[in-house]
């Protein structure tokens, strides 16, 4: 059983929008580091946002003030609103758990325990 599962990818023009989602019956949402990372094919997964017990949120630069993460601690989701998107932003996404921290979430992809197959996210020129 996959712990985590990704929703909401496509494809879209480089300028619009896509909501990704994840779900998860093996977690709850709200006591651990949770987030989002994307990989291009040939590259590492690179951490885009992550969101800690406390509700502290964490963006990488390339996606500051473009893309948003949500949790919804009733339905047990994690969201990421992504607008203004740009080409560059085409990718695999990942919802990603680290089932060893609440706060003080890593950087590092390795330190992240339970990880959903990912969903493609594609934006054209």
């Known amino acids: 059983q996959v712990p985590l599962v990704e929703s909401g990818g496509g494809s879209v023009q480089s300028g619009g929008s896509l909501r990704l989602s994840c779900a998860t019956s093996?977690?709850?949402?709200?006591?651990?580091?949770i987030g989002w990372f994307r990989r291009v094919p040939g590259g590492e997964r690179e951490r885009i946002a992550i969101?800690?017990?406390?509700?502290?949120?964490q963006y990488a630069s390339s996606v500051k003030g473009r893309f948003t993460i949500s949790r919804d601690t009733a339905k047990n989701t994690l969201d990421l609103q992504m607008t203004s998107l740009k080409p560059e932003d085409t990718a695999t996404y990942y919802c990603?758990?680290?089932?060893?921290?609440?706060?003080?979430?890593?950087?590092?992809?390795?330190?992240?325990?339970?990880w959903g197959r990912g969903t493609q996210v594609t934006v054209s020129s």
């Open positions: 969101i800690d017990s406390d509700g502290v949120r």
């Open positions: 990603a758990v680290d089932a060893g921290r609440a706060v003080w979430c890593s950087e590092s992809f390795s330190d992240f325990t339970d």
């Open positions: 093996a977690y709850s949402i709200r006591n651990y580091c």
